[in-house]
Structures are given as C-alpha cells and as structure tokens.
C-alpha cells in the first residue's frame, strides 16, 4: 500500500511539473514573441563625472549591472542594500571593471521604515547631492508575512520601502536639478488588482496570494510614478521600466518545483541576462531625449503602454494618499 502511495505521489508530482513547465513555456514564448523580440541596448554616450548616483539592491542582478555601468561613466555611486559582505564583492567587481574607486555601500533594509529613515538622514548629512535614484530593490518568492511595521512584506520592499526612502531624499533631488527617478516595475502590473483600502495587507497566506502581492506591488510603482510627475516640480524626470524577463535571482525563494519550472524556461528560451536587463534602467539614467519626460512607462528603451489605470487621475491621487498614511 505505501509502495502505492509513493507511486502515485511520484507520478502526480511529474504530472505537475510537466504541466507548468508547458504553461510556463507557453506563456514565455508568447511573451517574448510579442514584448522582446528585440534586446534594446542603451545607446547613449553620457558621462556622469561629478554626478552622485544611488542604486537600492546595486549589490546584485540588473541593480549590479545598473550600478557598474554608472561607475564606468564617472558618477560617485552609493549602493543600498542589506547585505555589508554582498556589497563588498560587488564594490571589488565594480572597481576592477571599470577603475572608479568613487562606488561606495550604504545599508539600507526596505523592510524596515527605521532603517529607511536612518539611511536617509546619514545620505543626506553626507552627501550635498543626488542626480540619479533607482529604484530597484524588490523581493518575490518569500512566505506572505507581515513586517514590524505591519504591512505587507512584498509590498512593503517593492513598493512603500521606496516610496518613503524617495519622498525622504526628494530634497536632494530637487537641489540637483536636473535630477532623474528611475522606478523599476513590472509587465505584470498589468495584472495588478489593488483595493486602496487594503493596500498595506496579505492579499492571500499562500504562494498563490504571494504573486498577487508582487503583481500589485508593481501596479503601484506605475501609479506612483504617475503621482510623482504630477507633484515634483520641473526639472526631475521620473519614469518606471519593464526590464524585461531577466535571469536572476529574485524569484530563489518560490518552492522549489517553481523555481525550477522557472529556471528551465529561461534557460530554453534564453532569457535576458542582468547586463540585458539593465539597459533600460541605464537609458533612462542617461539618455538626454527622456530628461525632461516624467511619467511614463519604457520597455526595450522606449515608451511602452501602460495600465489603464495609471491614466485615471482620481485613482491615483487615492493610491498616493493612502501611501502617504501608510509610511507617516
């Protein structure tokens, strides 16, 4: 009988991972057919000497490369992220790349408002500038939680955790003018679905709330960014970007038959690398032609569509209000 059990547990268990792994496939394909058929690179030739640059989760994936390309133009780059020894060897490797000494490690935990707020008063006694803010920084894969501060995890690092590390540093920003925001978000924003009521709570305990919560998450860099153009004064660019469906890390933490669903695909359907995945971050970073324009949304270096959403203005003043109580 156990014998049986086992079989057919084993079976079932092969029978899923087929199955996602041709949904998956499927789905991908379909993606990159329609979204990346073309790798766009960053074709501008701007030098960064004198500028000061910061990169949350500069420590790894697009945010290494994001931070390693800005180094090798010239700027001070300052990378946020956890953790101290990550930093150190993606520091060393930005040094040896591209000779700028001037790349340096600030800790910040999005997960934690404290840190947010201690970051942002060290950065700003430190620091008399800052021309280039990316944010980056974004977790999936972890357990639905909720963090000290009561809020959702997910949303919480992708989302609050950076709308109140900006809101904090937006003095800095507008004495550098002209200064650029770059949010990083998502294609799945598009299958987004927040109450604004609940905006800071678990969608769901199970895996399967966990991607609504990310999902979400880059539904509100896209509004935010909307927000923000309409609030900051001229001179700062905000824009957010699809980088595209890269290979790294972020995803490590899902059960292991998803990750290696997901693992599997990439590697069949070769996927962006991080440098890949960077360009349009960096295109917005650098590129003179998008200075002076604010929220939109670029995929492949371009302006891409966007939500539906993002364009009703009423929906997104409510979002940014219920975020402003969230972080206050």
Not at 23 to 45: D, H, P, Q, R, T
Not at 126 to 141: E, K, P, Q
Request: glycine share 6%; with cysteine.
């Amino acid at each position: 009988m156990l014998l049986v059990v086992i079989y057919y547990s084993v079976v079932i268990a092969i029978s899923l991972y087929i199955t996602l792994f041709l949904l998956m496939l499927i789905g991908v394909f379909l993606y990159m057919l329609l979204c990346e058929s073309e790798k766009a690179v960053c074709k501008s030739n701007a030098r960064l000497d004198g500028k000061i640059a910061l990169v949350t989760g500069g420590n790894q994936g697009i945010g290494l490369e994001t931070a390693r390309e800005l180094a090798a133009r010239g700027a001070r780059v300052i990378i946020a992220c956890r953790g101290a020894e990550k930093a150190a060897e993606a520091i060393q490797d930005i040094v040896a790349t591209t000779g700028n000494k001037q790349v340096e490690y600030m800790p910040l935990d999005l997960s934690r408002f404290s840190s947010i707020r201690q970051f942002a008063a060290d950065f700003n006694n430190t620091y008399d500038r800052l021309d280039i803010l990316v944010n980056n920084a974004g977790c999936s894969g972890v357990k639905p939680r909720y963090t000290e501060d009561g809020i959702n995890l997910v949303m919480q690092v992708n989302y609050f955790g950076p709308f109140l590390l900006t809101k904090l540093l937006t003095g800095k920003l507008i004495a550098s003018k002209p200064s650029r925001i770059i949010i990083v978000s998502s294609i799945l924003h598009f299958v987004g679905k927040i109450n604004v009521d609940t905006l800071d709570k678990l969608f769901g305990r199970a895996y399967a709330g966990l991607f609504y919560d990310y999902n979400n998450s880059k539904l509100c860099g896209v509004l935010w960014t909307k927000a923000l153009a309409k609030k900051l004064p001229e001179g700062i660019s905000v824009n957010c970007v699809h980088p595209g469906l890269v290979r790294t890390n972020l995803f490590r933490r899902l059960p292991m038959l998803y990750l290696a669903v997901f693992y599997t695909v990439c590697w069949l359907l070769k996927c962006k690398t991080p440098k890949e995945g960077a360009q349009t971050v960096l295109h917005l970073c650098l590129s003179e032609e998008v200075q002076h324009v604010r929220g939109k949304y670029f995929m492949e270096c371009r302006e891409a569509k966007h939500t539906r959403l993002a364009d009703d203005e009423d929906f997104v003043e409510r979002v940014w209000n219920k975020s402003v109580e969230v972080i206050s």
